[in-house]
C-alpha cells in the first residue's frame, strides 16, 4: 500500500514537469541554481565535447529558465559564430524542420552517423 501511495506521489509531482516540457518551457528554478543540478549528464557530455571547452554556456543555445528559455534551439542560436554554416543549412533543400541538431548530436554536436559525409566542408553540397 506504501508503494502506491508513493507511486501516485511520485505521479502527481511529475505531471507538472511533463506538462511544461511539452509546452518548451523551463520548470521555475532558483537563481543560482545551475543546469548540471538536474542535466548533469547532459552537461558532462557538452563541457566534454568543443563547444564547452570554449566554455560556451547552456544559456547560449538554450536562454534563461524564464520566458527566454527553448527546449530545442533553432538556427539562430548557431549564427554568432557559425554564420555560414547557417546559411548554407538555410539555403539547403527539404530545410523544413530543420536545424543544427537534424544532423549534429544535441549536446556533443558530433555529426550523427546517418549525416558522415562532410556538408558543410562541401559548401553545403
Known amino acids: 500500500m506504501n508503494r502506491l501511495i508513493v507511486l501516485i506521489g511520485l505521479c502527481l509531482l511529475m505531471q507538472p514537469q511533463a506538462v511544461l516540457a511539452a509546452a518548451g518551457k523551463h520548470p521555475a528554478t532558483p537563481e543560482n541554481q545551475e543546469c548540471g543540478e538536474c542535466h548533469a549528464d547532459q552537461e558532462k ?41 547557417v546559411a548554407q543549412a538555410q539555403q539547403a533543400k527539404k530545410k523544413e524542420g ?26 553545403g553540397k
Open 45 to 85: 557530455i557538452w563541457f566534454d565535447g568543443k563547444h564547452g571547452l570554449m566554455n560556451v554556456k547552456c544559456i547560449v543555445c538554450h536562454g534563461a529558465t524564464d520566458k527566454n528559455f527553448t527546449n530545442r534551439p533553432g538556427l539562430a542560436a548557431c549564427r554568432g559564430c557559425h554564420a555560414d554554416e
Open 98 to 123: 530543420k536545424s543544427c541538431f537534424s544532423c549534429h548530436d544535441h549536446h556533443a554536436l558530433t555529426v550523427t552517423a546517418a549525416f558522415a559525409k562532410p556538408y558543410h566542408a562541401k559548401g
